[in-house]
């Protein structure tokens, strides 16, 4: 049973510029959510999608937007990256209903923004 | 925002002793979730909550759900090297707009001596 994947593990990207990030979620889930964890803290909801809509959002300016394609699996973008921005971007997915409170995560995606 | 207390910060002990940790809110929560984070790794789920009161076990883990819903409470039992790493709680508040959106704490830092 895959759990959930993301892609690529890690990025370096240059103030200004623009950058995706990608997410598979576990077999059986439909919902995603992004999360941004900055060193040494807790994760930080950034935003959830399910049924390809955005359900969620957290208190992230709109440089963060997302997407979500019908095979469930969801793409982060984030343009205009300041340095702030440097953190690990974790994706969680879970299956509607009372069990959706169970968010499962991935690797994570290590962005660096010089 | 919502803001979840975690505490102690971090921990140090010996291979073999308890470990208690515990998770405080000022508002709230339907859910209440332990994870544990390793280095370079997503958040693993190590217990979910979903009623006040409520008392779970997941081998030598046992968490609690507080009976005022705005506490819970972690314990490993007999701690042993592979245990180290960090340790969050997260909550689901209560009220419907909340929904999905997890709230973290900053996390406990256990490290285990042999």
């Known amino acids: 049973d895959a759990g959930v994947t993301q892609s690529p593990t890690h990025l370096i990207k240059t103030r200004g510029q623009q950058v995706t990030l990608r997410c598979s979620p576990k077999?059986?889930?439909?919902?995603v959510s992004w999360y941004q964890q900055a060193l040494g803290q807790g994760p930080q909801f950034i935003f959830q999608?399910?049924?390809?809509?955005?359900?969620q959002r957290g208190n992230f300016p709109d440089r963060f937007s997302g997407h979500q394609f019908p095979n469930y699996s969801s793409e982060l973008n984030v343009n205009a990256l300041l340095l702030g921005d440097s953190a690990l971007y974790l994706c969680?997915?879970?299956?509607?209903?009372?069990?959706?409170?169970?968010?499962?995560f991935g690797p994570g995606t290590r962005l660096t923004v010089t | 925002g919502q803001q979840l207390n975690q505490s102690p910060q971090s921990m140090f002990i010996q291979e073999g002793e308890d470990v208690s940790m515990n998770c405080t809110s000022s508002s709230i929560f339907n859910t209440w979730l332990w994870y544990k984070q390793d280095p370079g790794e997503g958040p693993v789920l190590l217990i979910a909550l979903y009623k006040a009161g409520e008392l779970t076990s997941n081998g030598r883990l046992t968490a609690q759900f507080g009976i005022t819903r705005k506490d819970s409470f972690l314990n490993i039992s007999a701690s042993i090297p592979s245990d180290v790493g960090i340790y969050f709680c997260a909550g689901q508040p209560a009220g419907g707009t909340s929904y999905g959106k997890l709230t973290f704490g900053q996390g406990t830092i256990l490290t285990v001596h042999p």
């Open positions: 077999s059986g889930h439909d919902t």
């Open positions: 999608y399910y049924e390809e809509e955005e359900r």
């Open positions: 969680a997915s879970s299956q509607t209903g009372r069990v959706s409170y169970e968010q499962y």
